[in-house]
């Protein structure tokens, strides 16, 4: 009787050990792909469709200054020879507090005459012969820029806006 009882003790812990390891997870193996980098490059999203449905080049940005139709007020107007009457929005929704207070967007709009501002202290860069100028634009009201500026001046390609909360 000893040796069925010791026989069926070993057979109820064999069976114990191979439930437990049965139970056990299986461990998986870690993936060979790295996965995808998570920095945001700033690239403008929809910039080709942009290009090729409005020739306009828009290049880059932190998402608080966007290309808008134009029309209704409180919009950065940007007028091209070229390219006419060209409008973007300045959204301030995360400016204040402990977020960045200055906005951009970088463009490259060729022979731009004139620039209208909004109630934010905005700032163009511009670009003639290789030669880059930073032209502070007025709140509200228009400020002259290249071809616009004076008689004899050269058009001038616009390459970004900047834009502060108030």
């Keep these: 009787m000893r040796v069925h009882r010791r026989l069926l ?6 069976a114990g050990v191979v439930a437990v390891a049965l139970a056990a997870p299986v461990m998986a193996e870690a993936p060979e792909e790295t996965p995808p980098n998570t920095v945001e490059d ?9 290009l090729a449905e409005r020739g306009i080049k828009v290049i880059a940005g932190d998402g608080n200054i966007v290309l808008t139709d134009c029309g209704p007020p409180g919009l950065i107007e940007v ?19 402990r977020y960045p207070t200055t906005a951009f967007i ?16 905005v700032e163009a860069t511009l670009t003639v012969n290789n030669q ?9 009201a228009w400020t002259p820029v290249g071809e616009g500026a004076g008689p004899g001046n050269p ?10 909360a108030p």
Excluded: H
């Design 9 to 14: 003790a070993t057979m109820a812990v064999a």
């Design 42 to 50: 700033t690239s403008y999203p929809g910039a080709a469709q942009i």
């Design 132 to 140: 880059s100028k930073v032209y502070p634009i007025e709140k509200n």
């Design 106 to 121: 970088t463009v490259e709009i060729p022979s731009v005459y004139t620039i209208k501002g909004d109630e934010k202290d």
């Design 155 to 164: 058009p001038e390609t616009l390459l970004e806006i900047r834009a502060e």
């Design 79 to 97: 007028r091209s020879t070229e390219k006419g009457r060209i409008c973007f929005k300045a959204q301030p929704a995360y400016w204040g507090g």
